[in-house]
């Protein structure tokens, strides 16, 4: 069993910046790729970001691209979302979530495991 713990939102005025960590635990963590989604009050769960299980490998959505950084820390089975110029639209509930491949990945299908999501709020 994994367990995915975010932690690191909140509330930020329009244009600051947030860092989202995601605790891992249970299945080898750096076998895996990772992935951030997000969803918005009404929406569909939207995919954000992945990173292949190396690290070596980033793709993002495009309403994130050049704002966004994913990375991720194997030795601490820890994977980050460094989130700046932040935008109102960009309100929702983040997740991160572990694939079932090392590959990155959009699909949410691909992904096994979720976390409970923490809730990022950005003021305008």
């Known amino acids: 069993q994994v367990q995915l713990v975010e932690s690191g939102g909140g509330l930020v005025q329009a244009g600051g910046s947030l860092r989202l960590s995601c605790a891992a635990s249970?299945?080898?963590?750096?076998?895996?790729?990772m992935g951030w989604f997000r969803q918005a009050p009404g929406k569909e769960r939207e995919f954000v970001a992945s990173i292949s299980w190396s690290g070596g490998s980033t793709y993002y959505a495009d309403s994130v691209k050049g704002r966004f950084t994913i990375s991720r820390d194997n030795a601490k089975n820890t994977v980050y979302l460094q989130m700046n110029s932040l935008k109102s639209e960009d309100t929702a509930v983040y997740y991160c979530a572990q694939a079932r491949m090392q590959s990155t990945v959009i699909r949410t299908t691909a992904y096994g495991y979720w976390g409970q999501g923490t809730q990022v709020t950005v003021s305008s």
């Open positions: 249970g299945r080898t963590f750096s076998s895996y790729a």
